[in-house]
């Protein structure tokens, strides 16, 4: 299909699919579940100058992760899922490495010249999360501490402001404050599961996530709350078998 080749897909600061998509409601039986899951064309969302994109991707499987760079060494990450990870200290003159386990580092960030990680793992029926703060004590000692606890795994992050840290979930998003530790819900929708959303980027007054099939438009509404939209190509709108787009 033509549209399967197509280069990046603009996106409108107004906030509405671009030329050739359509919004429809999120998945939400089995069956339309089922094929948002099954779905072989996935989409990320990366920001394009002051605006975002839309561009095919491979549902990502993440293996390691470099984290913060510091004047004197480098935190690396290692994710390997459900087989274990790591955060290690690598210093440039070849001093003292540490080690940190048992740690499924997703993403970091710097706040007040230390380095923040989010960690987190979902497999069979285990889902924890955690944000790490890893704070300097001299050249060569570190406090480690958990700023704060997640109640499921991030996938993503974006940094909003100076203290506000925003963190896409397996299943919804979290603000974190950085300077308080404080994990504020935003939303909840246990079917991510099916979509998997792995990228954001925000857009007008909500976000968009890249996802299976499409991508996911998240944007307030009065009195409270978001309202929740599918955004798929327009060839790809069908929830129901046969599902459209080629999808199994």
């Known amino acids: 299909m033509a549209w399967m080749l197509a280069a990046a897909v603009a996106v409108g600061a107004d906030g509405v699919p671009p030329q050739g998509w359509v919004a429809v409601d999120p998945p939400k039986t089995g069956t339309e579940l089922e094929c948002a899951n099954l779905s072989r064309d996935y989409w990320k969302v990366e920001a394009a100058g002051a605006g975002v994109h839309l561009s095919q991707a491979n549902r990502r499987r993440r293996t390691a992760m470099v984290g ?25 003159d070849g001093g003292a490495r540490f080690e940190l386990l048992h740690v499924n580092p997703v993403e970091w960030t710097l706040h007040r010249g230390d380095a923040v990680v989010a960690e987190g793992l979902i497999h069979l029926g285990a889902r924890r999360g955690a944000v790490l703060r890893f704070e300097r004590r001299d050249g060569r000692r570190w406090r480690i501490h958990r700023l704060a606890e997640l109640d499921a795994a991030p996938v993503a992050a974006l940094r909003e402001s100076e203290n506000s840290w925003l963190l896409l979930l397996y299943d919804g998003l979290v603000r974190v404050d950085l300077a308080s530790g404080r ?13 998997a959303p792995d990228t954001i980027r925000p857009l007008g007054d909500g976000w968009l996530l890249g996802s299976a099939r499409g991508a996911i438009r998240l944007e307030p509404v009065a009195g409270g709350g978001y309202r929740e939209r599918l955004w798929v190509p327009r060839q790809c709108a069908s929830l129901q078998p046969p599902c459209s787009c080629g999808d199994p």
């Open 68 to 92: 913060a760079v510091l004047r004197d060494g480098a935190l690396v990450g290692y994710n390997h899922g459900e087989f274990g990870g790591s955060i290690e200290w690598w210093p440039r």
């Open 183 to 195: 994990a504020q819900r935003l939303y909840r929708n246990s079917d991510w599961t099916y979509l």
